[in-house]
């Protein structure tokens, strides 16, 4: 009987872990800053947009693996839908910034893919899992800095339309 409970309270403890995605960051909070390395060479800061767009930070598992370049193709193909709000929108890995670089190259990204090498961004989101890659989780910031949705429900296939729909329902506002 010992030897049972203690079995399954280990088991609830790494399915508990499993699921804490983004568990300390709360919607209404302000979202961590971060400054990141794009795979066009610049870098990408969040506080560099307050005051001007929302921004839509879509955190992937691995550059060059199948879910993430169905969702990276789903922006490239469908991002004039995004395009249509005044929001900017990246995709970031834990990736090294060559892999990303090929990531975009294959996929025919046309929008910043960053990369947190050092895993610092991905800690300060809460998206790093057990497996020492970030989850997938897209973050709705807005022009405030301020975290509007947490989303870990992603569909790589329809991701473009998914996010323009939940910035429609975000009600942010459309790009001019």
């Not at 409970?5 to 971060?34: H, I």
């Not at 169905?70 to 970031?92: D, Q």
């Not at 800095?145 to 989303?151: A, F, M, S, T």
Request: hydrophobic content about 40%; glycine content about 4%.
């Amino acid at each position: 009987m010992k030897r049972t409970s203690k079995v399954v309270c280990t088991l609830l403890a790494v399915f508990t872990s499993f699921s804490l995605l983004a568990a300390d960051l709360k919607v209404g909070e302000q979202a961590p800053d971060f400054k990141l390395q794009a795979t066009n060479g610049d870098y990408y800061q969040l506080s560099d947009y307050q005051g001007k767009q929302a921004v839509v930070l879509a955190w992937y598992p691995m550059a060059n693996t199948r879910g993430c370049t169905i969702e990276c193709k789903s922006l490239v193909e469908k991002g004039h839908l995004i395009r249509a709000y005044n929001a900017s929108y990246v995709m970031a890995s834990v990736d090294p910034l060559d892999d990303n670089r090929d990531f975009a190259k294959k996929t025919g990204a046309d929008f910043p893919m960053l990369s947190d090498p050092t895993k610092a961004t991905a800690k300060a989101y809460d998206v790093l899992n057990m497996m020492q890659v970030a989850s997938r989780v897209t973050f709705y910031i807005s022009k405030e800095g301020e975290i509007l949705k947490i989303d870990d429900d992603i569909s790589p296939r329809t991701a473009a339309e998914d996010i323009a729909s939940n910035l429609e329902m975000l009600k942010v506002a459309k790009a001019q």
